[in-house]
């Protein structure tokens, strides 16, 4: 059976460390935008920790939730691209293809989770910043979208790896960069058509919601509610 | 019809052709600079990439998709004059007609450059169009951009010969009456024309089916360009309403572009004889028909939102009332309806002073409609973090002001080399005509008879 | 080239002229008639053949619905790429794609028909007087195989010419 990548992301072990995203700018060639920039709100976090502040001091909650690509079933973003730069692939990604990009910016717009970034700028390291660009991924232009991939150089990296190897992939082969790089191991990678796995078993989760589910949009990251210890009555 | 050697129409009209005043040159010049300036504003941001300009994350769309819609909501001036008013044989429309074909004309030309302005990368725009590329990748025919791409040239093509068509006739009476140079290039444009009575017929029955079908290809346009937007999930964007409100708006804004032109060439070449105050006064009226349309639409779309007070909408709306943007909401309720309704209800009030204050009020509330449909809705949508806001930088100011500079420009140089108004229709309408039942006029014209 | 042609300032005189040639024995596909407006209201305006313009304007807009159902379906199938999990071949998106064409093959062809049928542009010596521009209305014959001057004449008040 063919894989259907999916995710799953525990907001209860989730310490909104950020970890995941200074790993995924390292692992996917983010460039920084610097200050001026950032200002501008031209920031590109393919992933992102939002955080909502609620209340009034003394009794101040915070919620906060890693944000990436869902990698919809029905993307919004796919249908109104011209020239097919983001489809959906045969595993379920919602993939980039930066070469067909023109940079209508159309994606960005119908995307309801905002997690498409533009290319405003030609990216630059200053030296020697460009010896630690990982080489599997590549560097994009100006003027292109570009947005998580879930870690689609490692995925067929594990899938060449088990094949070089004459095996089946395992539940655990493939980890994107923020899966890898979570201390609390709360973001989990995985087949969904492999029942067995534990992405696919957590997407099953009484715990489990949808962001924006009612948008229709079918997303494959399942979020898994916090349970609060001292209250036990409330979501 | 000219019953003597002497025709003052002809001469009248062919007059701008043939002697060029200081200010035209010095127009030009000045236009042309502006023009030039937008241009090397389009090469600095060509060079340096689409940073210079305000777009951000949330906001992706700012200036030159409001601007855009507002050049293609422009070309639907002459759409509904020529052809509607050809259709149910309005005879005031004689002088008219050429006017707002030639708007159409130029608006959509401009309009359909700002796609390519929008690109982050332009030089590939032509990944729109469907031709057998070596990738063996074909345009993605369900995104509205390329739905654009299909009615804009299909709606640019058909005004364009919708406004060549007429001219032809034209273009011999000039050949006849310049020498040297002028007559071998007018000659050529005329195509050998003589104007034989199998000529005519098949001119006006060409101009007959080119008006019925220019009228829905106008509607689809715009319908079309609204679907940009009303296909995406942003709240207040994904509206059904889209389609009938963005047509309605550029006839709206269209009929005052042509109002302001007409009244200008009134001004600078003389027409004062030809454009008459009744013009002014029908054209008034139109105005504030769809004014009080534009009124309707507006208050069903932001009627349905309140009651419907759906959270992320209800952002939407409220930042466009009372936040951020209140102060653009107003003025363009103000220039679109309060303005228009107030002056153009009464007759007294129908100069033409007055009706030209009220279209450049049109022209800056409808601008402000584009701007208030896209940015705010990008600006708040459904996760509250990624919430931003949007504002214009240089370049896109300068290139916005360049193409305004632009159709000035377009216009002054084809009122010099083509007669801005028609002048064989012209002395159609000047004939006597015996008043005819509308079964016999047809039976005489004959146009829709087709024998095999 | 040889022709005769009267230059007469109204119809009504124009429309003699033209009756004068036909008892003169002229065919009436000889008889050119030229203003630099048209006259609807005149029996000499409707002596042509019917014109098939609004039939090649259907034809033209069958053409461009057939083209564009052609462009749509056959080029969505040859690289079928899932969006928004839309169907390969979206019918509703297509359909915009055909009414386009629909009107645009419409458009092109009463143009084309137009030139063709109106025989434009045109280049060899025709018969024309530059006159016509300044109102008159000329009606002639080119390469008369008879004496037409009398029936041009007393057609009414107007000048007869020759060429050739």
């Not at chain 2, 804004?253 to 004889?273: C, D, N, T």
């Not at chain 2, 500079?405 to 064989?424: G, N, Q, R």
């Not at chain 3, 033209?60 to 071949?89: F, N, R």
């Not at chain 3, 137009?114 to 280049?123: E, G, H, I, Q, T």
Request: hydrophobic share 45%; glycine share 6%; proline share 6%.
């Amino acid at each position: 059976m063919a894989h259907r990548w999916g995710m799953v992301v525990d907001l209860d072990s989730c310490t909104g460390c950020e970890a995941c995203v200074t790993a995924c700018h390292a692992e996917n060639n983010i460039p920084t935008v610097g200050p001026t920039e950032a200002a501008r709100g031209r920031a590109m976090h393919w992933l992102r920790v939002e955080r909502y502040w609620e209340g009034d001091f003394p009794d101040v909650k915070v919620k906060f939730k890693p944000v990436m690509c869902q990698h919809c079933d029905n993307a919004p973003c796919e249908a109104v691209c011209p020239t097919y730069a983001s489809h959906q692939t045969d595993e379920g990604l919602n993939a980039q293809v930066y070469n067909r990009c023109i940079g209508t910016r159309y994606c960005a717009n119908a995307c309801s989770y905002n997690v498409r970034f533009f290319n405003f700028f030609n990216p630059q390291w200053e030296k020697p910043l460009q010896l630690q660009l990982n080489p599997d991924v590549s560097v994009r232009e100006v003027g292109v979208m570009e947005k998580c991939t879930f870690c689609v150089q490692r995925i067929k990296a594990g899938k060449t790896a088990a094949k070089a190897e004459d095996r089946e992939l395992k539940d655990g082969d493939i980890q994107p960069a923020c899966a890898q790089s979570c201390p609390t191991g709360s973001i989990i990678f995985g087949d969904l058509n492999d029942h067995e796995s534990r992405a696919a078993r957590f997407t099953h989760s009484p715990r489990g919601t949808k962001l924006l589910e009612d948008e229709g949009t079918a997303p494959k990251v399942t979020y898994l509610q916090r349970q609060s210890w001292n209250e036990p009555d409330t979501q | 019809m000219n019953r003597t050697r002497n025709n003052p129409l002809a001469d009248d009209l062919v007059r701008p052709l043939l002697h060029t005043s200081v200010w035209f040159y010095g127009g030009v010049l000045v236009l042309a600079s502006i023009v030039a300036c937008g241009a090397a504003a389009w090469a600095y941001q060509l060079w340096y990439g689409m940073g210079v300009a305000g777009v951000n994350w949330p906001v992706f769309w700012g200036f030159y998709e409001t601007n855009f819609v507002f050049w293609i909501g422009i070309s639907h001036a002459g759409t509904l004059i020529s052809a509607i008013l050809r259709l149910v044989n309005a005879r005031w429309r004689r002088p008219v007609t050429r006017c707002a074909e030639v708007i159409t004309a130029f608006a959509l030309m401009i309009g359909a450059i700002f796609p390519i302005v929008h690109l982050g990368k332009p030089w590939l725009f032509f990944w729109v169009a469907p031709y057998p590329s070596s990738r063996e990748l074909w345009p993605n025919f369900r995104s509205p951009l390329v739905w654009d791409f299909f009615a804009i040239n299909t709606y640019l093509i058909g005004s364009l010969l919708f406004l060549i068509l007429p001219m032809i006739p034209d273009f011999a009476l000039i050949r006849d009456r310049t020498t040297g140079r002028r007559q071998r290039i007018y000659g050529a444009l005329a195509l050998g024309w003589q104007g034989t009575t199998t000529q005519w017929h098949r001119l006006e029955a060409a101009m007959q089916i080119m008006a019925v079908a220019i009228i829905p290809v106008a509607v689809s346009v715009h319908t079309i360009v609204s679907f940009d937007f009303s296909m995406a999930h942003v709240p207040m964007w994904h509206s059904t309403i889209f389609g009938p409100y963005f047509v309605a708006g550029a006839i709206f804004s269209g009929i005052a572009a042509l109002i302001i032109a007409m009244a200008a060439l009134r001004r600078m070449l003389k027409l004062h004889a030809y454009l008459h105050p009744l013009h002014f006064d029908n054209l008034a009226k139109l105005l504030l028909l769809m004014s009080l349309l534009w009124g309707y639409f507006v208050f069903s779309e932001r009627l349905t939102v309140w009651y419907g007070n759906v959270p992320t909408e209800m952002a939407v709306f409220w930042s466009t009332q009372r936040g951020a943007f209140a102060p653009f909401y107003w003025t363009m309720v103000v220039c679109n309806f309060v303005i228009p309704v107030s002056i153009l209800s009464f007759r007294r009030l129908r100069t033409i002073p007055g009706v030209v204050l009220v279209s450049c009020g049109v022209v800056v509330g409808m601008w402000l409609e584009r701007f208030l449909i896209i940015v705010p809705g990008l600006s708040t949508k459904q996760l509250p973090y990624s919430w931003g806001h949007y504002a214009p930088r240089p370049a896109e100011v300068v290139i916005m002001v360049a193409t305004f500079a632009a159709m000035a420009l377009l216009y002054m140089l084809f009122s010099k080399f083509v007669p801005i108004i028609s002048i064989w229709e012209m002395k159609v309408g000047n004939q006597p005509h015996p008043a005819v039942s509308a079964d016999e006029d047809e039976e005489r014209q004959g146009l829709w008879r087709a024998r095999p | 080239m040889t022709a005769i042609y009267g230059l007469y300032d109204n119809p009504e005189t124009a429309q003699r002229a033209v009756d004068g040639l036909r008892a003169a024995g002229v065919a009436d596909a000889d008889i050119q008639v030229m203003s630099s407006e048209p006259f609807e209201e005149y029996e000499f305006s409707h002596k042509d053949s019917a014109t098939w313009i609004h039939w090649m304007a259907g034809l033209g807009g069958v053409v461009g619905l057939g083209s564009a159902y052609l462009l749509t379906t056959l080029t969505q199938q040859s690289w079928p790429i899932k969006t928004s999990g839309m169907p390969i071949v979206a019918p509703w998106p297509n359909l915009i794609v055909m009414f386009e064409m629909t009107m645009l093959g419409a458009i092109l062809a009463t143009v084309l028909t137009l030139f063709v049928s109106a025989r434009l542009p045109k280049r060899l010596p025709v018969l024309y007087d530059p006159e016509v521009s300044n109102g008159y209305i000329l009606v002639g014959v080119q390469g008369p195989d008879r004496n037409l001057t009398a029936a041009l004449e007393n057609a009414g008040e107007g000048r007869v010419k020759t060429i050739g």
